[in-house]
């Protein structure tokens, strides 16, 4: 973390030689010093992420965030659909699928435009600089699906002049491959990043196979020392096999799902004020076999769809005087959604109006629009105390508008001791698939609605740091399906407690853990009552150790009259040792214990698994 800490602050030219700070964007959209902010934000630098040579961000997420869960079904990869998993929960808040926390790309909304949840293997270490989470709604920067939190990711960037190129490849257990080699370049006032990928793995149970293959590229360019530029495109290729359940096996059910993102950017940077203006687009086609539950039959039929969310954004923040910051901004989606059968003989749109992929004709293909205005004003009153508070106007072009508030305050009674204060609205509009498509489907569901209120301390001293944080939520107008019908009617109410804490022993050991206690009125699906991390990491001149010990109570997989809950403790491992300057090797092991659990109903995840490669640098 410390290290994630100085990478960050340097990215923004703010680093304090005497007690450096963790500065953040996501809170607020410019870079600030985390003790002015009354929101939980959790930043994971590249060093992190790179360190357990995982291709997914998502694992290395999970342990470094309390009350954070992405659940998982297999080796490698997510997959969507029925087939799917890669949903993430913060605090009890998610969705099935996971349509309640966003995911942000350089501050740009990553949803699948007709079903509205992110799709989790999309979001790769390769093109990662840093994460950021906040926990708690951020509706008001960020708008609807930011109801339970935000996952925001910083592209790659290169910082000083040079050539830089990296080269990972590994294997290991069920046949799993990963592969990947990133380009960067910095030349004056030019830089550009790109990186290729492919990932294999044939998994743990037969018909469970999994490929993908991903693409990234970045360029900026600096047009004097206030301005600069940049554009970039990520693409992610990926093909998965779905054998269903233990319990109701599916045979032929597969997926074939391509995901991009463009985005142009023009920022400045003034002493006093900075901001952006940029034009983004997430787009997606998806091929889905759902399979048979008979391995003679097949089935004569493609489920397809093609998305895309398109938007500009426009925000600039100001320092009007001393201690103050002013932030407003402008947000324009256009959302697309075209969904529709084929047959497999014929390659033909199957026509049928009796067909049950549509509800209501505008569904075969539909637009929305939303539009939005925010602002939001922070003011340092004393050297030891800051108020914050903001507000977004959304308008929605089928669920009208939507009023979104926030307001926190932050005490700083020592230099490194912070108490935080928070209330906060979230909201989430409805997604094309609930409003239109398939038969519970309804034209006339609302927004849902969150009020989350957290108090937060945290605290540095010497070589130790540590957090706490109390939260309650309540939520209603949650979306349910009631007599095969999608209504308003659902609630939420959850309470807990998140704590964590680093512990630097020596210039050789470090210790991490994180807890986190979860109490629901109503239980949801893949929401546990209790997680635990307890980490070490050792460095001896060319070898770096890491070992990091998980444990998850009372998760629940199924709800309801036949409620379900796992519980289970997973050990992971990983070693890298630098054999030469440009030559590093390196061994991750999960499940080193061989534990027999499951997240979602009805699949077996793996027992102990074990990859090794080489990374190259040069």
Known sequence: MIAATMATAAAFGQTDTINIQEVVVTGTRNPIDIRHLPMTVTTIGQVELERQNQTSI????????????????????????????????????????????????????????????????????????????????????????????????????????????????????????????????????????????????????????????????????????????????????????????????????????????TTFAVENHYERTSGAVSVYSNFGRHKIDDGTPVDTLKTDRYFRSKDALTGVSVYQSAQLFDGNRLTFGFDYQHIFGDAYYTDKATDTIITDPNSSVVKKKQAAKSTRHEVAGYIDFRQDVTDWFTVDAGIRIDHHSVTGTELIPQAGVVFRPMATGTLKAMVSKGFRNPTMKEMYIFPPSNEDLEAERLWNYELSWRHRTGKLSYGANIYYLKADNMIQTIENRNVNTGEIENYGLELDAAYTLNEHWSVNTNHSFLRMKNKVVAAPEYTGFAGANCNYGKLALMAGLQYVNNLYTVVGQNEETENFCLLNASANYQLTKNLNLWLRGENLLGQEYEINAGYPMPKATVMGGVKVSF
């Open 58 to 261: 998502l694992p290395t997420v999970m342990q470094q965030v309390p009350g954070l869960f992405v659940t998982s079904r297999a080796v490698m990869g997510y997959g969507v659909s029925g087939g799917g998993s890669g949903a993430i929960n913060i605090r009890g808040i998610g969705g099935t699928p996971n349509t309640d926390v966003l995911v942000l790309i350089d501050g740009h909304p990553q949803y699948q435009g007709i079903f509205g949840h992110p799709i989790s293997d999309s979001y790769q270490t390769m093109m990662t600089e840093r994460v950021e989470v906040l926990r708690g709604p951020a509706s008001v920067l960020y708008g609807s699906n930011a109801m339970g939190g935000v996952i925001s990711i910083v592209t790659r960037s290169m910082k000083e002049d040079g050539i830089r190129t990296n080269v990972n490849i590994g294997g290991g257990s069920h046949a799993t491959l990963m592969a990947e080699a990133s380009n960067q370049v910095r030349s004056g006032k030019f830089s550009s990043t790109v990186s290729a990928q492919y990932n294999r793995s044939d998994n743990h149970r037969p018909n469970m196979e999994f490929k993908q293959w991903g693409a990234y590229a970045k360029v900026g360019y600096d047009i004097d020392e206030h301005w600069n530029a940049f554009a970039d495109a990520d693409i992610t290729r990926f093909d998965s096999k779905y054998p269903g359940s233990t319990t109701a096996p599916v045979y032929g059910a597969e997926q074939w799902i391509l995901r991009g993102v």
